[in-house]
């Protein structure tokens, strides 16, 4: 099924698109009156669709009956990935969306090459948003995972203590605990994966102070991006999501 996602404001019994969308529509996908489509909100709630007219920049479309809702699985995983340079984080945004986590944070970290400033940082949070909403669509996701603009470790760590049952852990190729371990009997994770390098001793240490527990993915030398899609795979398959 060819789908569309949509922002929960653009919808009604007859909504008209403009813009990207319509190009996409006719350009891409070719549809002409009478074809259908899914619609997605990013919420987690999907519609049905008629085309109804098509014009060089506009596409009109009935909407139908709301379609049940699929069932969330059981793992709420978030993801807070170290900042990287290149679109090494454009990549882990698109495969963590396909791998089903709930949420992505961007971290400034001591080793990370990135630095971004506010205004930059803004705008490539909309980027990473734009990319785990055709990664939904692409997946056939009805939720698209909410990513932040990039957060220090100040911000990132009442992410953790606003929600006690929410386990973080770290990872650190030293730890003892392997990761598959320190996930289990808990569906509610927020992980955090360092950069080329890893975390510095300071930053693991002060995690560790805000509970975060240290946990290793395996003996293998990955880089930053193949961290973060192995451990998310690990997560999904002990919560028997994945595997």
Same mark, same amino acid.
């Given at each position: 099924?060819?789908?569309?996602?949509?922002?929960?404001?653009?919808?009604?019994?007859?909504?008209?698109?403009?813009?990207?969308?319509?190009?996409?529509? !006719?350009?891409?996908?070719?549809?002409?009156?009478?074809?259908?489509?899914?619609? #997605?909100?990013?919420?987690? @709630?999907?519609?049905?669709?008629?085309?109804?007219?098509?014009?060089?920049?506009?596409?009109?479309?009935?909407?139908?009956?709301?379609?049940?809702?699929?069932?969330?699985?059981?793992?709420?995983?978030?993801?807070?990935?170290?900042?990287?340079?290149?679109?090494?984080?454009?990549?882990?945004?698109?495969?963590?969306?396909?791998?089903?986590? +709930?949420?992505?944070?961007?971290? #400034?970290?001591? *080793?990370?090459?990135?630095?971004?400033?506010?205004? +930059?940082?803004?705008?490539?949070?909309?980027?990473?948003?734009?990319?785990?909403?055709?990664?939904?669509?692409?997946?056939?996701?009805?939720?698209?995972?909410?990513?932040?603009?990039?957060? !220090?470790?100040?911000?990132? #760590?009442?992410?953790?203590?606003?929600?006690?049952?929410?386990?973080?852990?770290?990872?650190?190729?030293?730890?003892?605990?392997?990761? @598959?371990?320190?996930? *289990?009997?808990?569906?509610?994770?927020?992980?955090?994966?360092?950069?080329?390098?890893? #975390? @510095?001793?300071?930053?693991?240490?002060?995690?560790?102070?805000?509970?975060?527990?240290?946990?290793?993915?395996?003996?293998?030398?990955?880089? !930053?991006?193949?961290?973060?899609?192995?451990?998310?795979?690990?997560?999904?398959?002990?919560?028997?999501?994945?595997?």
């Amino acid at each position: 099924m060819k789908r569309l996602y949509v922002n929960p404001a653009q919808l009604g019994a007859i909504i008209r698109l403009g813009g990207a969308q319509a190009r996409y529509l !006719t350009a891409v996908l070719r549809l002409v009156p009478g074809d259908s489509i899914e619609l #997605f909100d990013g919420l987690g @709630s999907r519609w049905p669709a008629e085309v109804i007219a098509t014009a060089a920049t506009v596409v009109e479309l009935r909407v139908g009956q709301k379609l049940p809702d699929e069932p969330h699985g059981a793992a709420d995983v978030w993801l807070a990935q170290a900042l990287a340079k290149a679109d090494k984080l454009d990549f882990v945004v698109q495969k963590a969306t396909e791998l089903g986590a +709930r949420r992505i944070v961007p971290l #400034f970290t001591e *080793r990370a090459v990135v630095k971004l400033d506010a205004e +930059r940082g803004a705008a490539r949070a909309e980027r990473w948003r734009r990319i785990a909403q055709e990664a939904a669509r692409q997946c056939g996701r009805a939720d698209v995972p909410r990513v932040d603009a990039p957060r !220090t470790w100040d911000e990132l #760590f009442p992410l953790l203590h606003e929600e006690p049952d929410r386990h973080g852990i770290l990872l650190d190729p030293g730890a003892e605990k392997r990761l @598959s371990a320190a996930a *289990r009997g808990t569906a509610r994770i927020l992980l955090a994966v360092g950069p080329e390098g890893g #975390f @510095s001793p300071e930053e693991r240490e002060r995690a560790q102070r805000q509970g975060f527990a240290a946990a290793a993915l395996g003996p293998r030398v990955l880089r !930053t991006e193949t961290v973060a899609l192995a451990a998310l795979a690990v997560l999904m398959h002990v919560q028997g999501e994945l595997g």
